[in-house]
T-cell receptor
Framework: AQSVTQLGSHVSVSEGALVLLRCNYS??????LFWYVQYPNQGLQLLLK??????LVKGINGFEAEFKKSETSFHLTKPSAHMSDAAEYFC????????????FGKGTLLTVNP | GAVVSQHPSWVICKSGTSVKIECRSL??????MFWYRQFPKQSLMLMAT?????????EQGVEKDKFLINHASLTLSTLTVTSAHPEDSSFYIC???????????FGNGTRLTVT
């Protein structure tokens, strides 16, 4: 069975500061890993995904994540936070491919202070 | 890009009534659709996997007679909450996958409130 742990239900940063959202996963097969962002009362928007190949993945809005198999981690980073980055972020894992069912972490609420 | 449309975006109903939520893939054929439920400030929990032309596969603990799923075509899946009760109030989100290996596309969700 697969699972996702997001450390920190709430992360607060200042505008312009580094954003680091942590995600660890558990999977019995090579995982497909995703980060999604959710704004209030909306669905999920894909930020980036890791399937195979390069372990450093770049996504939209300046976000990137690095797959570290030895640490079973897939942390999300952004060098400089913007006010518009304030949202809920979900890490997810799939064992069956990119369009297979996803198991989500509990989410991390990112607030950006001016 | 690929778009998934979910309707309605919000609905208020009285206890005991049934509510139907639609999930449509607008520019691709969705062989598989997934229905998730999200409680306030919590994660998304998979309810069921909907496959076009066949019965849905429900996750453990999800009542299939209460949450009826129909995937009659490659572009439409519906979730019907039957005899709704206040505890069914939640945010329901669908997602769809096409025949390729692209990531799932998510609808904007439906906020259900049962009074």
């Amino acid at each position: 069975a697969q699972s996702v742990t997001q450390l920190g239900s709430h992360v607060s940063v200042s505008e312009g500061a580094l954003v680091l959202l942590r995600c660890n996963y558990s999977s019995s097969v090579p995982p497909y890993l995703f980060w999604y962002v959710q704004y209030p009362n909306q669905g999920l928007q894909l930020l980036l995904k890791y399937t195979t190949g390069a372990t450093l993945v770049k996504g939209i809005n300046g976000f990137e994540a690095e797959f570290k198999k030895s640490e079973t981690s897939f942390h999300l980073t952004k060098p400089s936070a913007h006010m518009s980055d304030a949202a809920e972020y979900f890490c997810a894992v799939s064992e069956g491919g990119s369009n297979y069912k996803l198991t989500f972490g509990k989410g991390t609420l990112l607030t950006v202070n001016p | 890009g690929a778009v998934v449309s979910q309707h309605p975006s919000w609905v208020i109903c009285k206890s005991g009534t049934s509510v139907k939520i639609e999930c449509r893939s607008l520019d691709f054929q969705a062989t598989t659709m997934f229905w998730y439920r999200q409680f306030p400030k919590q994660s998304l929990m998979l309810m069921a996997t909907s496959n076009e032309g066949s019965k849905a596969t429900y996750e453990q603990g999800v009542e299939k007679d209460k949450f009826l799923i129909n995937h009659a075509s490659l572009t439409l899946s519906t979730l019907t909450v039957t005899s709704a009760h206040p505890e069914d109030s939640s945010f329901y989100i669908c997602s769809a996958g096409d025949r390729g290996n692209s990531p799932l596309h998510f609808g904007n969700g439906t906020r259900l409130t049962v009074t």
